[in-house]
Each structure stands twice: as C-alpha cells, then as structure tokens.
C-alpha cells in the first residue's frame, strides 16, 4: 500500500479484517493496542513463531538481558504485569517449596496480607486488589485513599504482612503517600519484602529499584514496545521463587516463546537508543504540534511534564466550553472518537474541559491528521468563543 496516500492510521490488515483505522494519542492503553512494536522486533517475533526453543532457556537469556538491563540480579518474563502482581504475591507467599506452590490460591496455612497504600488501590481496567486476590493473599489497604502517612503504613505492615506493593502511575494513583524509599525502609524494617508495580515506568526501572525494592515490575509491550509481556527484576532468590510458581497458578500466566523472544529483540534496541536524541525528537514533536494549534479558537495547548517522571511531556489541550453550542470538552473527545480515523485521547481529564494527548508513537501524518481533526471540529461549531 502507498504509505503517502492511506488514511493515517490504516494498514493492510485494518482493511482485510474490516477494522476502523484508530490513531492513539491515549498513550499505552490496552484496550487500543499499547504500542507500535518495530519492525526489528516484528521480525524476529515472526520468526520465533516459526521455530521450537527450550522455553527454559530462553527465560534463562531474558534473565540475564533483564539483569544487564536494569541493573538488578535477575529477571523474568511473565503474560503482562497483572499476572506479575499475582506471581509476585504469590512467591512472597509460597517461595519456591514445591507444595506450598502447588497449593496457591488455597492458602489456609500461609501468612497472606499484601499492603499498599489505600490510594494505590486503583482501577485500571480491572482492581488491582483482584490480581491480590487471585493469589490467595488478603489485601490490607493503610491509610486514607487521600493520604497515606509512613506511620499508616507502618500499623498496616505489624498485621502480619507477607509483603508490600506499592505503585508508580502518572494518573490513577489517588493521594499522598510515603516517599518510595521510606515505605521500602518501613516494609523491610519487619522483614517484609516489597513489590513496585512500574507497569508504564520501563525508563525508570533502574530508579525504581535503587529504592531497595526486592522485585519491580513493568510491562515490555508500553514503551518497550515487545508483544505483550510483563517483566520482573530484582533480586536473586525473589525472581527464583517468582518463577517457582509457572508450576501453580502461574501456569496460566505464563509467556510464550514469541512474548520472551519479542523482549529480548526490545531490549537490544533500548540499549542502542540514544536517550537524549529520542527525548530531544519527543520535545520537538510537543511543540510544534501546541504550535499548531495556536491558531485555533476555543483551544489552549500546552505541553505537561509527565506526571510520573516519565522523560517525555504530553500535551493538555484546554477547551474553552461554549455548552450554547455544544463546543465542550467531552463532545470534542467524542467527534474524535467517531471520526475517521478514530482519534483517541486520554479522557479522565474532560470533566475539567481537558483533553490530553500522548505523541510518542505517532507518525507526522498522524498528528497532522489531529490538527485537521480539531479544526473540523472548530468549524461544526460556530458559536466557538474567538481567542
């Protein structure tokens, strides 16, 4: 197909499988595909499926790119992240004693309190307290969902913990909480170890587990871009007893020989990166698409630093409502949406009359398509407000 003239957003398989083209500006969002893997990774995935490996060996190489990667003792490859919260628990639960792993989720006998603070105990498609659950644990939330004091979770962390989760997200963790490194110092002050759910946070890994942390977390198919995968570092025996529990309930979130494969081609073009070029080209790409909505009126643009340290900004584009003439937020996002192609944004800022949009991923033609996308919008609304 003649890339110069498609739709943006539209490939040969949209077309054969009769998909609507979608252009994401949702960031890593499941329910739209995460991410846009290279075509090195592709291939080496294409090729992966073609072949027969000792599964045993190639999470044995993973172990050691994971480990050269982070900076931790060793690493692992599970399904996705919400299975790495699971196992994780479950190791902290079981380690690696054959019959005890068996047993999960029946865990009568077995100390099963997982703490994390109450503003942690966020949605995200799913309850996260769910992924606790599953294990067999109870979770014990510290705290307030507005605030979570070092001494709130201290009290949580006497009732018997078997270990502690704590989060990193750029917008759905509520609240204050303990600094990172405090809550890890409480947590193994009692013998407690701690588990970080980094899950979009891969440029941050190695910042994560210089908090002491015992195992981090984080998704290879967000900016890593590999299939879909969920990554686990940190230290020796954690990772051991992580893996211990493929022979329980981890055999139902386990990776395949293409996920390991697609992490390891992922993570050969991370260490390749030039990291300030890239935030560099990140920077570029923000400013001159808030420069080109300038000239919009009922728009404000403006780029925001992510939240979570990530080292890229989004841009939040505030929308001048105008409810008269339907000109509001929530209808600008839902022409979007309906377009073609389908332009999705993140939406949990609308109630405040923001749209916010994430570029890493797109191509120039795509974010010339959201210019044109906005300014259609503008001209189905004559009443705008004039800037």
């Known amino acids: 197909m003649n890339t110069t003239t498609k ?122 307290l769910t992924d606790i659950r599953l294990a067999g644990a109870t979770p014990v939330l510290a705290g307030k969902p507005q605030h979570c004091s070092a001494q709130d979770l201290e009290q949580a962390l ?55 942390a015992d195992a981090v977390l984080a998704s290879a198919h967000k900016y890593l871009a590999s299939p879909t995968a969920g990554l686990v570092v940190g230290t020796a025996d954690f990772v051991r007893a992580f893996r211990a529990q493929e022979k329980g309930i981890g055999r139902a979130m386990k990776a395949g020989k293409e996920a390991i494969v697609g992490v390891l081609a992922a993570l050969e073009q991370r260490a390749a990166l030039d990291l300030p070029a890239w935030r560099d080209a990140q920077r570029r790409k923000v400013e001159a698409f808030v420069d080109a909505l300038a000239p919009i009126a009922g728009l404000h643009a403006e780029a925001l630093p992510d939240p979570a340290g ?29 377009g073609t192609p389908s332009i999705r944004v993140m939406e949990h800022a609308l109630a405040h009359g923001q749209l916010v949009l994430e570029l890493v991923p797109l191509r120039d033609d795509e974010i010339d398509a959201i210019v044109r996308a906005l300014v259609r919008a503008r001209d189905a609304c004559p009443g705008v407000p004039a800037r």
């Open 310 to 338: 990530m080292p890229f900004s989004r841009v939040v584009v505030s929308v001048d409502d105008a409810p008269q003439t339907g000109w509001t937020a929530p209808w600008l996002a839902g022409r979007l949406r309906d």
């Open 158 to 212: 006497a009732q018997d913990a078997v270990a502690c989760l704590l989060l990193v997200s750029s917008r759905l963790v509520r609240g204050q909480g303990p600094e990172l490194a405090t809550a890890v110092r409480l947590a193994h002050a009692r013998g407690v170890p701690v588990i970080i759910d980094g899950a979009a946070q891969d440029l941050r890994v190695p910042e994560l587990l210089a908090s002491g």
């Open 7 to 128: 739709l943006p957003g539209a490939t040969a398989i949209h077309a054969r499988l009769g998909l609507h083209p979608v252009i994401n500006a949702a960031g890593t969002f499941t329910p739209l595909g995460v991410s846009r893997s290279s075509p090195a990774v592709a291939d080496a995935v294409a090729q992966s499926l073609q072949e027969f490996f000792v599964i045993d060996e190639l999470q044995a190489l993973a172990c050691r790119a994971l480990a050269d990667w982070s900076g931790a003792q060793a690493g692992a490859v599970t399904h996705c992240v919400s299975a790495g919260i699971t196992m994780a628990v479950a190791a902290a639960m079981a380690g690696d004693t054959p019959q005890a792993v068996a047993a999960l989720p029946d865990s009568r006998g077995m100390p099963g309190k997982v703490v994390l603070p109450a503003g942690h105990a966020i949605d995200y498609g799913h309850p996260i």
